[in-house]
């Protein structure tokens, strides 16, 4: 899906609104993450990642309060994979700092017991956004997160994107729209992307419910693709929301009997 090109006018338009590829500006995003994990290490990878990685994380992929929360969706249904990781974040440059760092000094990347888990991920997709747009607010217990190419006069920042994001938020079930450009410039993106390939745009659509989402996707599906945002059809996955965890909560977490306080 990353694949095609920019015309230089949607790179420069780019440059405008996120303040340059040379990361000289600070810019809210997220990132999101989606990977596998084989079936009979579900559970262990369920507790390291909730009880060590996610406070982990949030307290030091991008410094303390850097990262407004985590969270981990899961029991996936559709075309990605079955879990979902939604960090966003104040300043993206922070991500891309990160990036320069050896593993050893990355969240989790001295663990031995999440290293032991991430070995075993598969399927793992990895997209450092940008923030174009969102709306609404709130904690949805379930979510469909999308990924597309975007379009050139989405990038640039179209009225359509604001039309289509009040008609979601119009929707009976969702709480919340998150809409971000993937930025080539913080690794790692996986797949990898380049400033010359097609933008590539993930969307999440938070609700209070995974059955109406459900059941709404088709509608959605079309309506993304009808309007211009997304050049073809978005691939999709319907989530159910696992662990929340916010930055002003990292204080009262409790480490796992027997592991160490990494925040």
């Known amino acids: 899906m990353q694949t095609g090109g920019h015309t230089g006018h949607a790179v420069l338009q780019h440059r405008r609104r996120f303040g340059g590829f040379g990361m000289t500006m600070q810019a809210r995003g997220f990132v999101a993450l989606w990977h596998n994990v084989p079936?009979?290490?579900?559970?262990?990878?369920?507790?390291?990642?909730t009880r060590e990685h996610v406070p982990d994380y949030v307290a030091n992929a991008a410094?303390?309060?850097?990262?407004?929360?985590?969270?981990?969706?899961g029991e996936g249904k559709g075309?990605?994979?079955?879990y979902f990781m939604f960090y966003p974040a104040r300043d993206m440059t922070a991500f891309a700092r990160l990036a320069q760092k050896p593993w050893?000094?990355?969240?989790?990347?001295?663990?031995?017991?999440?290293?032991?888990?991430?070995?075993?991920?598969?399927?793992?997709?990895?997209?450092?956004?940008?923030?174009l747009a969102q709306r609404g607010g709130g904690t949805g217990g379930a979510a469909c997160s999308l990924i597309m190419p975007l379009s050139e006069e989405v990038v640039a920042g179209a009225p359509i994107v604001d039309d289509v994001l009040a008609w979601l938020i119009g929707l009976p079930p969702v709480?919340?729209?998150?809409?971000?450009?993937?930025d080539p410039d913080i690794a790692p993106n996986r797949p990898p992307l380049t400033r010359h390939d097609t933008a590539v745009g993930v969307m999440v659509i938070e609700g209070f419910s995974r059955l109406l989402l459900a059941q709404l996707l088709p509608e959605i599906l079309s309506r993304l693709e009808q309007s211009g945002i997304a050049t073809e059809k978005p691939r999709y996955g319907l989530y159910q929301l696992a662990?929340?965890?916010?930055?002003?909560?990292?204080?009262?977490?409790e480490p796992f009997p027997g592991s160490p306080r990494r925040w």
């Open 243 to 253: 662990y929340e965890l916010r930055a002003e909560e990292l204080d009262q977490v």
């Open 63 to 73: 410094g303390r309060g850097g990262i407004d929360f985590g969270r981990r969706y």
């Open 79 to 82: 075309q990605l994979p079955a």
């Open 104 to 131: 050893p000094e990355h969240p989790g990347g001295s663990s031995v017991w999440f290293n032991a888990i991430i070995d075993q991920y598969r399927d793992s997709w990895r997209n450092n956004c940008r923030l």
């Open 175 to 182: 709480v919340a729209v998150h809409l971000g450009v993937t």
């Open 39 to 49: 079936p009979g290490i579900d559970e262990e990878y369920n507790l390291v990642h």
